[in-house]
Nanobody, 122 residues
Framework: VQLQASGGGLVQAGGSLRLSCAAS????????MGWFREAPGKEREFVAA????????EYADSVKGRFTISRGNARDTVYLQMNSLKSEDTAVYYC????????????????WGQGTQVTVSS
């Protein structure tokens, strides 16, 4: 499956952004989908994930209550709604597809998008 992330940009602290990740190539609904982020000088970290049906989600503690992951299987797209953004949310955000259960490690995702930059100014 090929993944294309979009929606990043520059936003002031407290603002919102919505990231999208469009999938193509294989049946989108077969995959668990995740969002990860990588800040300069830091390792890639888990942000959120959603199961195949969209009925189960998980979030990193740092974004819980502010970010929402969702998916539109009819449109082969997964979204990340980011509200109340903070400067520490600044990173390149990556979407990923995995084939088993919701997971928080990069090793469980076999397909990755190219990343989209999110910059939050304070």
């Amino acid at each position: 499956v090929q993944l294309q992330a979009s929606g990043g940009g520059l936003v002031q602290a407290g603002g919102s952004l919505r990231l999208s990740c469009a999938a193509s190539g294989r049946t989108f609904s077969r995959y668990v989908m995740g969002w990860f982020r990588e800040a300069p000088g830091k390792e890639r970290e888990f942000v959120a994930a959603i199961n195949r049906s969209g009925g189960v989600t998980e979030y990193a503690d740092s974004v819980k209550g502010r970010f929402t992951i969702s998916r539109g299987n009819a449109r082969d797209t997964v979204y990340l709604q980011m509200n109340s953004l903070k400067s520490e949310d600044t990173a390149v955000y990556y979407c990923a597809a995995g084939s088993d259960f919701i997971a928080r490690t990069t090793f469980d995702y076999g397909y990755w998008g190219q990343g989209t930059q999110v910059t939050v100014s304070s």
